[in-house]
């Protein structure tokens, strides 16, 4: 683990935001630095993936070790969020710093996410002396969180991604502590509303009470996207019940900051609400300002809506359901203008196979409980293209970050006990999965010797 530390906090040390307007440097210097631990770990072929408008992605090859032995594909980014405003961090953000009053924990601008995972991945192949038992594809790409056109490559070199199995590792636990492996995936999309009714604004005083205004047909347009109780009311988005584990109320609180004394909105399980449910968001607004406010009718107005849909809902159909939905709406007989935006599949993983039982097993074995399922509303649009490349690989979700690590927020932080589990659970995984490969590759012979 001092090995593996220091090597986080160097990687972390690295600004790699690969946003437009940040300088490449030290994104190619992050890649660098990663190509390298991988040699010193062992892995003898390392080449760099380059796609237009796409920071490098690191690509590594072990052969497996024998012809009974499955091949993982190991995936993380080594790219970081933007550190977003500077104040409102209690260090600076590419100095790894401890946390006070919170034992191993690092805190830095991409040391959880997704930096403790890439180093995972390299902790699992120091175990092994970089001859783990399984073959290995290292898949790290350096521009995840702008996104790139490398979600849509796996599918056009299916060769290079074959594999029996994938470990993304790009999140982690539910809460510290608690071993979980991800199923889920919300899809995504966007929609945008907008209503005009007037050339242009007129005093409230002589037109308003009879002249159509743009933002009160917009407000109770959006007002129809939800029920008295907070649960979406557009027909057509599936919602299952949540067979897996989920916050408790009190965890969900804290992490959302809810203010005291507010109640939550919707029905139902969280995991209903938050995985296996829509939710519906609106995201932006265009109206007139309260300070620039002058007494008028407003002539136009506009909202963008997010929408996070059930894993397994086909992406357009989501959309469809939100557009159709909204298209209908004629507040005071008056229709709005929809347009579809961008959509993200979700995604559910196949759980039940033997490389699910190899984890079930291994994150035990790591943190020394029965593993959790849940799912996640955030996306991973890689993990489809994977998914794609390699249509018979079962889809592992786990990894060091926890549901406290203030993703994409100021003060991101790690624990290294997750990380040091995460290694644990990596290297029992291979192993575990290697011996069960083996054991179903063998033939069985008529006297039952093998
Ligand atoms: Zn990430």
């Given at each position: 683990m001092d090995g593996l530390r220091a090597d986080l906090e160097r990687l972390a040390s690295i600004p790699s935001v690969a946003f437009?307007?940040?300088?490449?440097e030290p994104v190619e210097e992050a890649h660098d630095l990663l190509v390298s631990l991988l040699r010193e770990a062992g892995v003898p072929t390392i080449e760099r993936i380059d796609l237009a408008d796409t920071a490098p992605v690191v690509y590594g090859e072990i052969p497996p070790p024998h012809p009974d032995a499955p091949t993982v594909l190991l995936y993380g980014h080594y790219d970081v969020q933007p550190a977003g405003?500077?104040?409102?961090?209690?260090?600076?953000?590419?100095?790894?710093t401890p946390v006070p009053g919170v034992p191993g924990a690092l805190r830095a601008r991409g040391i959880a996410d997704d930096k403790s995972n890439v180093i995972a991945h390299l902790g699992m192949l120091r175990v092994y002396g970089g001859r783990p038992p399984v073959g290995i594809k290292l898949v790290i790409e350096g521009q995840e969180e702008y996104g790139s056109p490398f979600d849509d490559y796996p599918p056009t070199d299916p060769e290079r991604f074959a594999c029996d199995a994938m470990v993304i590792a790009d999140l982690g636990n539910l809460r510290p502590g608690t071993p979980t492996l991800t199923t889920g995936l919300r899809g995504a999309c966007e929609v945008m509303v907008e209503v005009r009714t007037l050339a242009e604004a007129r005093h409230s005083g002589e037109f308003g009470g009879a002249a159509p205004d743009a933002l009160l047909v917009l407000l109770r347009a959006l007002a129809t996207l939800h029920d008295e109780h907070g649960?979406?009311?557009?027909?057509?988005l599936r919602r299952d019940p949540w067979e897996g584990a989920t916050y408790t109320e009190e965890e969900f609180r804290r992490l959302a900051s809810v203010r005291d004394g507010l109640p939550l909105i919707g029905t139902g399980s969280l995991g209903e609400r938050l995985w296996s449910g829509p939710a519906v968001t609106v995201i932006g607004l265009d109206a007139p300002d309260v300070a620039g406010a002058a007494s008028a009718v407003v002539p136009y107005a506009r909202a963008k809506l997010n929408l996070r849909f059930h894993p397994l809902q086909d992406a357009k159909e989501a959309r469809g359901a939100l557009v159709k939905h909204l298209r209908a709406q004629?507040?005071?007989?008056i229709p709005l203008t929809v347009t579809p935006g961008d959509t993200g599949p979700g995604f559910e993983a196949r759980t039940g196979g033997p490389a699910y039982r190899a984890a079930l097993t291994a994150l035990k074995e790591a943190w020394g409980t029965e593993a959790s399922y849940v799912a996640t509303?955030?996306?991973?649009?890689?993990v489809n293209g994977l998914a794609r490349a390699a249509p018979g690989a079962e889809v592992l979700l786990f990894g060091a970050?926890?549901?406290?690590?203030n993703l994409h927020a100021p003060n991101e932080r790690v624990l290294l006990s997750e990380v040091r589990n995460t290694v644990v659970a990596m290297a029992a995984f291979v192993r575990e999965y290697a011996a069960d490969f083996r054991a179903r590759q063998a033939p069985s012979s008529p006297g039952g010797r093998q």
């Open positions: 437009p307007g940040y300088p490449p405003n500077p104040t409102l961090w209690l260090s600076p953000p590419f100095e790894p649960d979406v009311a557009v027909p057509g004629r507040p005071f007989g509303g955030g996306s991973i649009p890689l970050q926890d549901s406290m690590c």
